[in-house]
């Protein structure tokens, strides 16, 4: 899943991809409270997984993002 949110934060929200490490918090990687929104609506767009941008926003690093999503998919 780290490598789908990298490819996503990557091509749609145009992070740099040695940026992106599961370490990463939102400032480290520049994502605004928008992107996060953005971020939010891409995933579940691509990967029809529904994760509020607050959830996004409660995550401190990328992470702890994939493991959120892991766990959205997981109820799928």
Do not use: W, Y
Not at 23 to 30: L, N, Q
């Amino acid at each position: 899943m780290f490598e789908k949110l990298k490819e996503i934060l990557v091509n749609k929200l145009k992070v740099t991809p040695e940026q992106i490490t599961p370490e990463a918090t939102r400032e480290d990687i520049e994502l605004d409270s928008l992107a996060v929104v953005e971020l939010s609506l891409v995933l579940e767009t691509e990967l029809g997984v529904s994760v509020s941008d607050d959830e996004l926003l409660e995550a401190e690093t990328v992470g702890d993002m994939v493991a959120l999503i892991e766990q959205r998919s997981a109820r799928v």
